[in-house]
């Protein structure tokens, strides 16, 4: 039987998953959750669990946030508290931490967060059960269904980016998604309409052909949306799991409660955003003509009114088909909003307090270091490998061109979105091609289905290197990090990106214009499914503070070819930056951690 997991933001949202119906719940910690605003201490994590157990509801501890190297102790910790406490899994998103945290606690199961980006059959070593990306086929759910355990969202907010594969909120807001902070960049307006805010996902009417492709759990999102939301959709999927099927009203209250209009997802259609408003709107009632609004829906004593353009609450009752007088533009969409909507929330959950002792003892990698200084480039086309080749000492590149990197060593650029017959497709190339040419061929490592090729490879910062734990190639350290971040790493075998447009976003949803422009100005360019910071990193002669504490190879991403010299003349002392850095960036190298 497929299992329903609900989100357990806070106790009561916990008790009211489980009395309507959850067979799961999921919750964070006082730490490393994604949803950072919606924790629980640690200390009542053990009486949760037993009230869940004896209940039949598991209890799923979400630590599924990046962690840094001088938090590591503190997050095996919460490990512990998980452990100890009789949770049933833990949903993590470093997947490198994997055999660290297998050794810790032998009989943890794990389950990777969406926020690791498994979207093949090749990323799922060490896990569990994997909760899929939104963005995933039907063919591809099925086929990762017949081999591991997957968990599927059917209801709830939508990321517009591939989870995990965001860093807008971070590096052009100063707040980090992937550290459970994110400041929802993606609700705002760009082209002055909503162009990247999505509508929330709605599949209560696939239920069964999931079920058909193998899944094995259904997930709700919302730890941070209110225990009538939580109630509600757990009763109302629960009975159409028990084959009771749902009504007319059950929609309403489920639209009532948290709607931003529906979506069936990327599964089914090709577009999930609504650029005309960001937040929740209910239930569509109608559009305003002549200021009068004919209600499509009844309205009842105590529900709100939500006028696009202004909200009023109501305090009268309204049959549908009625005519009521609203004054505002001409085809304003108007929606309930609120309603005193009843939940039950079951039996008191009082918790108490229990002190775990935890004792890890992580071992660290073994020290190593660059000696000599390298510079990494990016190589756009054959046109743009000829003018750096030689000038860069390892150049990434398309696969086709190969042929033009004479020089330099060339580094294939693997796919960052691929499922799992075109990572086979892409495994099968790369070797084939490698062995003609012998061990000069390396990678950069862009997706999870190549992590473990036999080759010489860089990590992309895509993979959100955050810490040294988890035994990577040479990673491409997260641009997330700053000086003082990366002075934590003992190894420093790594490789830091000093010049580029940083990718903000990796979406699906079809963009048409070049450029996305917010409120301020700020120019995001779009190209081929990427969205790039509105301004260029250059450290220019702050690179010799990562030289300082022992960085040795630099990653330039640029298709101007001048910023190779520049930086090399740098390193040389001889190079004055003052004018030429002007409108650019030191993106997060020097926020404060």
Same mark, same amino acid.
């Given at each position: 039987m497929v299992e329903l997991v609900l989100p357990g933001g806070n106790i009561n949202c916990i008790r009211a998953a489980v009395a309507n119906g959850a067979d799961a719940v999921y919750i964070g910690l006082s730490e490393f959750s994604a949803r950072a605003a919606a924790g629980i201490d640690e200390m009542y994590l053990r009486s949760i669990v037993d009230f869940c157990h004896e209940r039949n509801v598991k209890v799923y501890v979400a630590l599924n946030t990046l962690v840094k190297n001088n938090e590591m102790?503190?997050?095996?910790?919460?490990?512990?508290?998980?452990?100890?406490? +009789?949770?049933?899994? =833990?949903?993590?998103?470093? !997947?490198? @931490?994997?055999?660290? &945290?297998?050794?810790?606690?032998?009989?943890?199961?794990i389950h990777a967060s969406t926020q690791a980006g498994i979207m093949n059959?090749?990323?799922?070593?060490?896990?569990?059960?994997?909760?899929?990306?939104?963005?995933?086929?039907?063919?591809?759910?099925?086929?990762?269904?017949?081999?591991?355990?997957?968990?599927?969202?059917?209801? +709830?907010?939508?990321? =517009?980016?591939?989870?995990? !594969?965001? @860093?807008?909120?971070? &590096?052009?807001?100063?707040?980090?998604?992937n550290r459970g902070d994110c400041a929802q960049p993606c609700r705002k307006m760009y082209n002055k309409k909503y162009s990247l805010s999505t509508k929330d996902l709605c599949l209560i009417d696939k239920l069964g052909e999931l079920q058909e492709l193998g899944v094995s759990a259904f997930k709700i999102e919302g730890r941070l949306r209110s225990p009538s939301y939580v109630g509600i959709a757990a009763r109302i999927y629960r009975?159409?799991?028990?084959?009771?099927?749902?009504?007319?009203?059950?929609?309403?209250?489920?639209?009532?409660?948290?709607?931003?209009e529906f979506t069936e997802g990327f599964a089914y259609v090709d577009s999930v955003v609504d650029p005309r408003m960001p937040g929740k709107r209910g239930l569509f009632l109608g559009k305003v003509k002549d200021n009068k609004l004919i209600l499509q829906e009844d309205v009842r004593e105590g529900d709100g009114l939500l006028v696009a353009d202004g909200g009023f609450k109501t305090n009268f009752e309204a049959a549908k088909g009625d005519t009521i007088d609203i004054k505002a533009d001409d085809y304003t969409p108007v929606y309930i909003n609120s309603s005193e909507l009843y939940v039950d929330l079951g039996d008191e959950l009082k918790p108490k307090k229990h002190n775990i002792k935890v004792d890890v003892n992580l071992t660290r990698v073994n020290i190593e270091k660059f000696e000599h200084v390298k510079f990494v480039a990016k190589g756009y086309n054959r046109k743009h490998i000829e003018e750096i080749d030689g000038k860069a000492d390892i150049i990434y590149c398309k696969m086709?061109?190969?042929?033009?990197?004479?020089?330099?060593?060339?580094?294939?650029i693997s796919p960052k979105i691929v499922d799992s017959p075109s990572a086979d497709t892409f495994i099968k190339s790369f070797n084939e091609r490698r062995k003609r040419a012998g061990d000069k061929i390396g990678l950069l490592v862009r997706n999870r289905a190549f992590i473990d090729l036999d080759c010489d490879k860089h990590v992309d910062y895509c993979l959100n290197n955050f810490n040294e734990y988890g035994g990577k190639s040479v990673?491409?350290?997260?641009?997330?990090?700053?000086?003082?971040?990366i002075k934590t790493f003992r190894n420093k075998k790594v490789i830091c990106l000093v010049h580029g447009y940083i990718t903000l976003m990796t979406i699906k949803e079809p963009i048409k214009s070049d450029y996305l422009v917010d409120d301020e100005g700020r120019r995001f360019r779009y190209l081929d499914g990427e969205i790039f910071n509105y301004a260029e990193l250059g450290l220019f002669n702050r690179i010799m503070d990562l030289y300082g504490i022992g960085i040795r190879w630099f990653y330039i991403d640029s298709r101007d070819i001048k910023w190779i010299r520049v930086y090399k003349k740098i390193l040389k002392n001889s190079f004055d930056d003052r004018k030429i850095k002007k409108g650019f960036t030191t993106g997060n190298y020097y926020q404060i951690s």
């Open positions: 102790m503190r997050y095996f910790e919460l490990l512990g508290y998980a452990a100890q406490g +009789g949770c049933d899994a =833990v949903i993590i998103q470093d !997947l490198d @931490l994997i055999p660290i &945290i297998k050794k810790h606690f032998r009989n943890l199961r059959l090749q990323s799922i070593k060490g896990c569990d059960r994997v909760v899929l990306p939104r963005e995933m086929s039907l063919d591809e759910i099925r086929r990762m269904s017949e081999v591991v355990e997957t968990e599927v969202f059917v209801q +709830g907010a939508l990321c =517009v980016s591939y989870s995990g !594969l965001c @860093l807008f909120s971070s &590096i052009a807001g100063g707040r980090s998604g009975k159409v799991l028990d084959g009771k099927g749902y009504d007319k009203e059950d929609m309403r209250q489920l639209r009532i409660a948290f709607s931003r086709e061109d190969l042929d033009s990197v004479k020089k330099s060593r060339p580094f294939v990673p491409i350290l997260s641009p997330e990090l700053s000086i003082e971040d």
